[in-house]
């Protein structure tokens, strides 16, 4: 008892230090500092957000009429307001705290995340003794063909019990272990920004739709980790609505986060019991230094991956996952958005193994416009869908943007003068053997 109590508080101690940072510090309005590799956007009002909404349909409609199975990226903190994602997030991360809480008591602390399944009898023993709900009340949560019929509850049975679509305001108590009290889960929102859920679903439904009409796919970009659970969640939302015979809507996985994993198998899981088709985009990220400097300044475990050798393992083994399920069930399709050439020859590397042929689309790889070339066009002229990333804007946004991206491919003239060094080695063999032109 002594040492599930240990763990308890140990995994209670760590989740209350990772809360600090799903809150908004002061200035916050303004979340463009230190970014150093992607756009941001400013938010102004609801007008504004209708009009990046604007804005994303045209982007929609110019990639259906530019090429076949197009993509369309968009950020949703251009259609909603910051401080909403962050709160929303805050209240995503408190109720899987809290069930990371009872994990711990059931003995289960640090267990990956599809393996923790809480007993259903404990739970509510637990919920009864804690004042949260009596026995007969909890055991209304779980009736009816709900989660928990089979005995237990696991991390997605216990988030389809929070329902992002329901009212917010919906008093539900849980405990703060560090005070000891009861506290509304959901205390801090307010009609306004009850409102501001539905405008952004309301949004992204409009978006999804001509995306669909238009035959074109929906990339929902990932931002700042104190956003992303928030984005996350709306994204799925988004994805259970449109998925269905086709992954129209790809969500998009940060893999120099630490929980890039746990993230990529638990939506995939609720994929697979639900029947809708899983879309992703993986990357490596792009807001490390922001994250690493906001984390120093609030206090909170810096949540990026220590190097970029640790990025890397876990890129591949987020990506082996997926190509593992597109073997298994097909309902799976993944954009390797990357510029890294081991990680392009380790995906073809496992295409080949698992027998996942170019021609069934369900993987595709993706650079930007002007990087990479000897990457992306021996990919195309081998028959592999490739995508070329195109950034669109003011001069004045866009110039700065490309530069922080070739910045950040700190290895990008290397590759270059490589190429120049294959282009000039296959002229002289042409000219060798006379054949310059064939």
């Known amino acids: ?8 508080e140990k995994e209670m101690g760590g989740a209350e230090q990772r809360e600090k940072q799903y809150r908004a510090r002061q200035g916050f309005g303004d979340h463009r500092g230190g970014v150093t590799s992607a756009h941001t956007y400013f938010y102004a009002d609801e007008a504004k957000c209708d009009q990046h909404m604007e804005t994303f349909l045209h982007c929609i409609d110019a990639s259906s009429g530019s090429s076949e199975d197009g993509f369309a990226a968009i950020k949703l903190t251009a259609l909603a307001r910051p401080q909403f994602l962050v709160r929303f997030s805050e209240v995503l991360v408190k109720w899987r705290r809290f069930f990371n809480q009872m994990a711990a008591e059931q003995g289960q602390a640090g267990w ?13 023993e637990a919920l009864a003794n804690l004042g949260i709900a009596s026995k007969a009340e909890s055991q209304q949560w779980f009736a009816g ?51 501001q859920m539905k405008r952004v679903l309301q949004r992204m439904d409009v978006l999804a739709k001509r995306a669909m009409e238009k035959g074109v796919r929906l990339m929902v970009d990932a931002e700042q980790s104190y956003f992303q659970p928030a984005i996350s969640r709306l994204t799925v939302e988004t994805q259970r609505r449109f998925n269905g015979s086709q992954p129209v809507i790809y969500n998009t996985y940060q893999c120099y986060l630490k929980e890039a994993y746990n993230n990529v198998t638990g939506d995939m899981e609720l994929s697979r019991r639900e029947g809708w088709h899983f879309g992703t ?32 393992e876990m890129y591949h083994r987020c990506l082996d996952y997926v190509l593992e399920e ?20 380790f995906t073809l590397r496992r295409m080949m193994e698992l027998g996942i042929h170019p021609s069934d689309k369900k993987v595709c790889f993706g650079q930007l416009l002007g990087m990479c070339d000897q990457i992306t066009f021996p990919l195309g002229q081998a028959g592999f869908p490739v995508y070329k990333y195109v950034p669109y804007g003011p001069v004045k946004e866009v110039l700065p943007y490309l530069s922080r991206r070739a910045q950040e491919n700190r290895g990008f003239m290397q590759r270059a003068n490589r190429e120049r060094d294959l282009l000039w080695k296959e002229v002289k063999r042409r000219l060798l053997t006379g054949n310059l032109f064939s």
Request: proline share 5%; charged share 30%; net charge neutral.
């Open 112 to 124: 990956a995340v599809l393996d923790t399944k809480l007993e259903v009898e404990k739970l509510q």
């Open 145 to 195: 063909g709900n989660p928990g019929t089979s005995g237990t509850v696991d991390l997605l049975d216990w988030n389809s019990l929070f329902d992002s679509r329901a009212k917010l305001s919906r008093p539900l108590l849980i405990p703060n272990r560090k005070t000891g009290q009861l506290e509304p889960l959901l205390s801090r929102y307010s009609e306004e920004e009850e409102l």
């Open 281 to 312: 985009k993986l990357v490596r990220g792009a807001y490390m230094e922001q994250e690493r400097e906001r984390a120093a300044q609030m206090g909170y475990e810096d949540p990026i991956n220590p190097s970029y050798e640790k990025t890397n």
């Open 1 to 8: 008892l002594s040492s599930r109590t240990s763990a308890a």
């Open 326 to 345: 597109i073997k298994h069930s097909r309902k799976a399709s993944v954009m390797v958005a990357s510029h890294n050439e081991d990680t392009v020859k």
